[in-house]
């Protein structure tokens, strides 16, 4: 028989646990084709392994999973707006691509690099149809 400690070990798989990281490794099914159907649609909530994340379609029809809030002030980026090959917090303007990279950052001095080191956690998308 497990010990409670075993089964949380081998059951857990959110953020930070060791089956969640394990898991995390490999190709997991997240959502259908059709529910982010054209480019610049409206992004859908999804969870996965205990995860809140939020899937979009980017004006170059690349598909993005990343993080559902936005590090600046935790704003979810389902309000935001997809646009432009990114999607844009509607808190202060932060944008990011589907690789979870801040590509514009509207209240920064002309030529800061503070950008650069924004990024939200994102994963590897693969469409299969």
């Not at 497990?2 to 857990?12: A, F, I």
């Not at 704003?75 to 509607?90: F, K, T």
């Amino acid at each position: 028989m497990l010990s409670q400690n075993d089964n949380r070990k081998l059951t857990e798989t959110g953020p930070s646990t060791p089956m969640g990281n394990l898991f995390r490794n490999f190709w997991l099914p997240a959502l259908l084709v059709e529910e982010l159907p054209a480019p610049d649609c409206p992004p859908k909530h999804i969870d996965i392994l205990g995860e809140p994340l939020l899937a979009f379609r980017d004006s170059n029809n690349k598909v993005g999973i990343i993080d559902r809030r936005c590090p600046h002030r935790g704003a979810d980026l389902y309000y935001g707006r997809n646009e432009e090959c990114g999607l844009r917090c509607v808190y202060h303007g932060w944008k990011f691509d589907v690789n979870g990279n801040c590509i514009e950052l509207p209240t920064a001095p002309e030529g800061s690099v503070f950008k650069e080191k924004i990024k939200l956690t994102a994963y590897k998308t693969r469409e299969l149809a």
